[in-house]
């Protein structure tokens, strides 16, 4: 019924109008074809859709609560990745068709609008201050309840996630110490931030309810009677079985919720650290609810490609401020707001001191001219800067037109790129490569030194536990194998 293009992933009914109209040459099939950018993507979300079935199988084979969470997590942030790359895939094709059948290959239309560079954008030192009552943190009462957090961070249709957390009442705040990355961004990025909390369990209150409900049992249908019942509890209790009078629990992994959730945009870029607003979405009646302040600490720095990449370069011959005949020939290197002008080319690339650097910042005025090219002069440009109540200017002489072209377009690019990206072209903002992610371990409890405490017991050789210890070791075995394929493919 339907044939299928492998190459450009093009599906098209047999015998449809629009087969008989690629037949008879109206149409192209590279129409509707996927450009590589778009193949890119499907291939993301491919890879996104194994790896989700892949967390499915991970959750069903965990045997404790903290490979559970952990697995949970990950199919949470796979759901999201392939909701964000299926929106994003429905855009471009919208935009393509639109693009390509609104007109005609022969029409020339208005030149393209100028567009800003792209950056890279890094958050790091990410903590959320808590808000305990006097009587939890300081006095120590109530019971203790213990929360698993992570961060999901996205921006445009990439989104990355950081370590996930135990949290108690021991705690101040919630510290993550990953730094997330995000390596295409623009200057009207939108980075949102969604925190999200599961309430654990403590294993010792679920393991004495049925002792407890036998104790009561025993002392309130009297002497003989409870000592019955009480030795059929802990009978059932012992086999393996579940206990009478109690319902099979039902199997279920962890829940997460959203608690809080905030958008930082370019205004909160800074080269220090910021506080900003959260906005809580739980309350007090949610189970998964913790005692937020509603404020995230942070530090969000951004550095545009124009900063840290040569926009332009070539042979130059710079005429200085008040040196009327000398002319010296420099290669020039276009770089952030500096044109640093060599003796030659090969100084620019060993990392040599340059001859002489002129400023390009927000202030700078360049002004095109042309000289006499008929008596052999080159075109020229003049770069002019303020310091104080002088102004200074540099003249510069390009071997043609087309040079003086090129080199006027990526000074009005560069100042573009300026307005745009504001502050973060003032200085270049230090960025730290994350390092590569790590298959998670088993989380360590936070919380009192009772909980630190483990008391392990020896299993004897052929014992009754012997069989479970070995079934257990091998479960995690496949956890880890599971999980370190997961982390590798990030």
Not at 104 to 110: Q, V
Not at 172 to 181: E, P
């Amino acid at each position: 019924m339907f044939s299928r293009n492998h190459r450009s992933r093009v599906t098209v009914a047999r015998g449809s109008a629009l087969e008989m109209e690629f037949k008879r040459g109206r149409f192209r099939l590279s129409l509707f074809s996927d450009p590589p950018e778009d193949t890119e993507l499907q291939r993301k979300l491919d890879h996104e859709i194994r790896m989700r079935e892949g967390a499915c199988k991970l959750l069903a084979a965990c045997s404790q609560r903290e490979q559970a969470l952990e697995a949970t997590k990950s199919l949470l942030v796979c759901n999201s990745r392939i909701l964000s790359y299926m929106g994003e895939l429905q855009r471009r094709k919208e935009a393509q068709v639109l693009g390509k059948t609104g007109r005609r290959p022969s029409d020339s239309g208005p030149p393209a609008e100028r567009s800003p560079c792209r950056g890279r954008v890094c958050i790091s030192d990410l903590r959320i201050p808590l808000m305990w009552k006097d009587t939890e943190y300081f006095k120590n009462k109530g019971d203790l309840h213990r929360w698993a957090v992570f961060l999901l961070l996205q921006l445009g249709e990439h989104i990355q996630d950081t370590e996930m957390i135990l949290v108690d009442r021991t705690l101040t705040d919630i510290s993550f110490q990953s730094n997330v990355l995000f390596t295409e961004a623009g200057p009207d990025f939108e980075l949102r931030l969604e925190l999200y909390g599961a309430c654990v369990e403590e294993e010792g209150a679920l393991a004495g309810a049925p002792k407890r409900l036998a104790t009561k049992l025993s002392s309130s249908l009297g002497r003989s009677s409870g000592r019955r019942v009480r030795a059929s509890l802990e009978s059932a209790g012992g086999s393996g079985s579940s206990p009478i009078l109690l319902p099979t629990p039902a199997v279920g992994g962890p829940r997460y919720h959203l608690l809080a959730h905030t958008t930082l945009t370019l205004a909160a870029v800074q080269d220090g650290f910021r506080t900003h607003d959260l906005t809580l979405t739980s309350h007090e009646e949610n189970p998964a609810w913790l005692p937020l302040y509603g404020s995230v600490c942070c530090r969000l720095v951004a550095q545009p490609l124009c900063m840290t990449q040569p926009t332009a370069s070539g042979t130059l011959r710079v005429q200085q401020a008040g040196e009327l005949q000398d002319w010296a020939r420099v290669h020039g290197v276009l770089k952030g707001t500096n044109l640093f002008c060599y003796r030659q080319p090969e100084d620019a690339d060993t990392g040599e001191e340059p001859l002489f650097t002129i400023a390009i910042n927000k202030e700078t005025r360049v002004r095109a001219g042309e000289l006499d090219h008929a008596a052999g002069q080159p075109f020229t440009l003049s770069i002019s800067n303020r310091y104080g109540e002088d102004e200074v200017t540099h003249t510069l002489q390009t071997e043609s037109r087309g040079a003086l072209h090129s080199w006027m377009e990526a000074l009005w690019q560069l100042f573009f790129d300026m307005s745009q990206w504001k502050q973060c072209c003032d200085e270049i903002m230090k960025i730290e490569t994350p390092a590569p992610r790590k298959p998670p371990q088993v989380l360590a409890k936070q919380g009192s030194l009772y909980h630190e405490m483990v008391v392990s017991e020896p299993v004897a050789p052929g014992g009754p536990g012997e069989g479970l210890l070995l079934q257990d070791n091998t479960v995690s075995a496949e956890i880890r194998a599971l999980l370190s394929s997961y982390y590798s493919d990030r």
